[in-house]
């Protein structure tokens, strides 16, 4: 297995409000670990939210104190508690400082356990599978948009270009019921996985996506393509990128 990561402020933007990690070797009792997290708030701190989001879900894990005890059955329980704990601090510091409230961030993580890919998400960062069939997205979009979509109040090709696409509905820092999904996959045919945030996948349609994931190269310059090619179409936000290639 490899992978590459990378982040970019893009074209427009003043600062980058995303954030990444990836380990491919064991953090705490995962076997490895790959997080996405884009803040939102502007001027609120996003980017201090999708940092300091990622830094508490790590140090959680990495510290757990019970690790000895950890079976690959209890992965995803641990992930998921985990991107509760960084929802906590992120509420946290909102409260404590009036320039960080109303701060919040997606959080889109997976593990690769095996024949296993197990993943947790809040927000609208996006798992994406590429298997010989072609691409397939993983993770729910938790946004307005996504929710209107689905319950057929609009159109795919409105949602496409609807105003408010980019209002999500979930996302760490949120006072309120704060769930996050879980889900476990089989590998079976997966070939290699991407992470992003939506300054890739608004620039790029899922075609084009496909045609850079499953060209050649390294995973390092696949993953550099990607975030190249979303500056060229205009680069409107910040594009964060993880690829992960299990069986190529």
């Given at each position: ?122 927000g609208d960062s996006r798992i994406y599978a590429f ?35 980019n209002m999500i509905t979930r ?78």
């Amino acid at each position: 297995m490899f992978a590459a990561g990378l982040t970019d402020i893009g074209k427009t933007r003043s600062q980058n409000q995303d954030a990444i990690y990836f380990s491919l070797g064991p953090v705490g009792p995962l076997p490895n670990l790959f997080i996405v997290a884009d803040g939102i708030g502007g001027h609120n701190a996003g980017e201090v939210a999708s940092t300091q989001g990622i830094a508490t879900a790590i140090g959680y894990i990495s510290n757990f104190q019970v690790a000895e005890f950890v079976t690959p059955d209890d992965y995803l329980d641990l992930l998921v508690t985990a991107i509760q704990k960084a929802n906590d601090k992120v509420c946290e510091m909102a409260e404590a400082n009036e320039e960080m409230q109303g701060m919040g961030t997606t959080f889109t993580a997976c593990v690769v356990d095996g024949e296993k890919l197990l993943i947790a998400h809040v927000g609208d960062s996006r798992i994406y599978a590429f298997t010989p069939a072609g691409i397939n997205q993983l993770t729910t979009d938790h946004t307005y948009v996504n929710h209107m979509l689905q319950t057929g109040q609009i159109t795919a090709e409105e949602a496409q270009n609807h105003p408010q696409r980019n209002m999500i509905t979930r996302s760490l820092g949120s006072q309120n019921l704060f769930e996050v999904d879980g889900l476990v996959t089989d590998i079976n045919d997966i070939i290699t996985i991407l992470i992003c945030s939506d300054g890739l996948t608004d620039m790029l349609d899922d075609k084009a996506i496909h045609e850079i994931v499953s060209g050649a190269g390294f995973v390092e310059s696949r993953t550099k393509f990607l975030v190249e090619e979303a500056n060229l179409r205009g680069g409107n936000d910040n594009i964060s990128v993880i690829l992960i290639d299990i069986k190529r």
